[in-house]
């Protein structure tokens, strides 16, 4: 049997919401690297460290676990997020195509200018949270490169529809909720508030769920109202939205999957994308001489001119901070897998129905797979593949992060151009403790800065 967290479900339950990864740290140190938690309300879970179980377990095939069913966000039930079997193997095929090579680099330009557009606010002396700051380019830039919204009316729209329905929809009460209530059920609700709300006129939003259902309406409104424009004129877009409307493979005209799927590309591409920018930077700021590295490295590949998106991808050092700044502070808490197979991980055998969480906080930091675990090093990622299942900051295995690529490349042009013209220092008095946000981990604070002047040789970003 698996040694179990002895607290009280509800003691289990603060320790968490208070301090997540000093629950999981706390634990793991008491009863090793496979242990089974439980939170008031919740089902038990069992928590994974060991890098050889977490290999085992992103090796199984999609016939053999189910989606833990975790997230109360009312996306919608076509979502990705929860397929399982040859629905979810469909779903990824179907999406693959603009997240892959010279189709997502067409999205560059559009990264840059909302790049551009979010760090006018980065005057010298100016004192922010780099967070808000991330999360309105996040926002922009699925506006236009999933959404396909160019026109400036539209961009409002959607942009106060989207603001409000994310705000509702990632307070901590909600999640709470779904942990109490069963997030499935708290979905299940809110959509069918959401389909009362649509067949009556606006109301006194009295109680307290109203706030995230007219919200709701008003968002899949939008989006169907550009949906409805794209498949009337799709052009020569590239955008998304476009190319799931014109792959002709019988989902162009199901509203219920296009919703699922861009709302799902909306909150996976805008909290985490975010969230990881400032872990980024909340590693690579205090430490001048990799400040330096990778403006060097900016330098060597494009001179004073502006960035080239085409070519970001020459910037390896840059590459190697992102990767180990995602190491040492991973957005998630792990990913979550239900066996409906018998499986053994640590000498015992997991029995069915049992959610098994991979801690991916605990496996990245683990010492006898990182030399100087708690140390920012991104020389790491410069030597070669990590250790197998010790590294897995978006998951792994068949339900791999989809919009990973399109991640990865958005804060690699957002991070050059801001290193390029921007320097940052960190707010010592700020208080960046990892706390869950939404759907991720982000700094306390959300990484209070201070701006400083341009770098020699270097004007501010162009507008």
């Known amino acids: 049997m698996f040694p179990s967290v002895d607290d009280t479900p509800l003691r289990q339950l603060i320790d968490f919401g208070r301090d997540p990864l000093e629950y999981l740290r706390k634990a793991e140190a008491r009863h090793g690297d496979h242990f089974i938690g439980r939170f008031l309300g919740d089902r038990p879970r069992l928590w994974v460290s060991n890098p050889e179980s977490i290999a085992q377990v992103l090796a199984l095939p999609r016939d053999a676990y189910v989606h ?19 629905r979810h193997l469909e779903d990824r095929r179907r999406l693959s195509g ?10 560059g330009p559009l990264i840059l200018d909302a790049a551009r557009t979010s760090y006018r606010q980065l005057v010298p002396g100016a004192r922010l949270e780099m967070r808000a700051v991330f999360q309105e380019m996040a926002l922009d830039v699925i506006l236009r490169c999933i959404f396909g919204v160019d026109s400036a009316a539209s961009l409002d729209r959607l942009r106060v529809a989207l603001g409000a329905w994310l705000d509702a929809s990632l307070s901590p009460g909600w999640f709470i909720a779904g942990n109490l209530l069963r997030a499935g059920r708290v979905r299940r609700f809110l959509d069918r508030a959401v389909e009362r709300a649509r067949r009556r006129r606006s109301r006194r939003r009295l109680l307290p769920w109203d706030r995230a259902v007219q919200a709701k309406v008003e968002v899949d409104a939008r989006i169907l109202e550009e949906s409805a424009r794209c498949r009337a004129a799709p052009g020569d877009r590239v955008d998304i939205l476009a190319q799931i409307i014109g792959s002709g493979d019988g989902h162009d005209d199901d509203d219920a999957y296009l919703l699922g799927t861009l709302l799902t590309l909306l909150v996976g591409g805008h909290e985490t994308t975010a969230n990881s920018l400032c872990w980024t930077l909340y590693h690579l700021l205090p430490r001048a001489e990799d400040v330096a590295r990778v403006r060097a490295e900016i330098d060597a590949a494009f001179g004073a001119g502006p960035i080239d998106p085409r070519r970001i991808g020459e910037l390896v050092y840059l590459d190697a901070v992102v990767k ?5 502070n991973p957005t998630s808490l792990g990913i979550a897998r239900v066996p409906t197979r018998p499986l053994v991980l640590g000498g015992h055998a997991v029995p069915e129905g049992l959610c098994v969480n991979l801690a991916n906080s605990l496996a990245q930091r683990r010492p006898d797979h990182w030399a100087d675990p708690d140390v920012f ?5 410069l030597a070669g593949a990590p250790p197998r299942g010790a590294y897995f900051p978006f998951g792994g295995g068949a339900r791999l992060c989809i919009g990973q690529p399109f991640a990865d490349y958005e804060m690699r042009v957002a991070l050059a151009e801001l290193l390029a013209h921007h320097p940052l220092r960190r707010d010592p008095d700020a208080d960046e403790r990892p706390v869950m946000k939404g759907i991720s981990l982000a700094p306390t604070s959300g990484l209070r800065v201070i701006v400083e002047p341009p770098p020699a040789g270097r004007a501010a970003s162009p507008a």
């Open 68 to 86: 833990a069913n975790d997230i109360p966000l009312n996306v919608g039930e076509r979502s990705v997020l929860f397929a399982d079997g040859p």
């Open 98 to 107: 603009p997240f892959r090579g010279e189709r997502m680099r067409e999205y």
């Open 324 to 328: 180990e700044a995602a190491r040492l």
């Open 377 to 381: 090093r991104p020389e790491r990622f």
